[in-house]
């Protein structure tokens, strides 16, 4: 059993940081991509950006230069570096990984979602 734990959501001001966290554990033994999406209110999931096993990454255009993904395959965590933030990057964040567990089988895990509200 696989699970992916989020942290670091939280309440800032325009022009303000964040950095989320997300761990994966279980019984793993490895893992490919690792990728954060978002949801605003009314509004569609969207991919945010992500990150494959060996760094290579791609980021949704209107967070370019803003925002950062990393990952500490030690760890089985990635993160989300965000940075000069706007009221429309409000949204619930959620990780995302496709991993192998130790038993072959392979799986698309989500984690629980993080809130990041940006407002004055």
């Known amino acids: 059993q696989v699970q992916l734990v989020e942290s670091g959501g939280g309440l800032v001001q325009p022009g303000g940081s964040l950095r989320l966290s997300c761990a994966a554990s279980?019984?793993?033994?490895?893992?490919?991509?690792m990728g954060w999406y978002r949801r605003a209110p009314g509004s569609e999931r969207e991919l945010v950006g992500f990150?494959?096993?060996?760094?290579?990454?791609n980021y949704k255009d209107s967070v370019k230069g803003r925002f950062t993904i990393s990952r500490d395959n030690a760890k089985n965590t990635v993160y989300l570096q965000m940075n000069s933030l706007k009221p429309e990057d409000t949204a619930v964040y959620y990780c995302?990984?496709?991993?192998?567990?130790?038993?072959?089988?392979?799986?698309?895990?989500w984690g629980q979602g993080t809130q990041v509200t940006v407002s004055s």
């Open positions: 279980g019984s793993i033994f490895s893992i490919g991509s």
């Open positions: 990150i494959t096993s060996f760094g290579a990454i």
């Open positions: 995302n990984a496709w991993i192998q567990e130790i038993d072959g089988s392979l799986g698309d895990y």
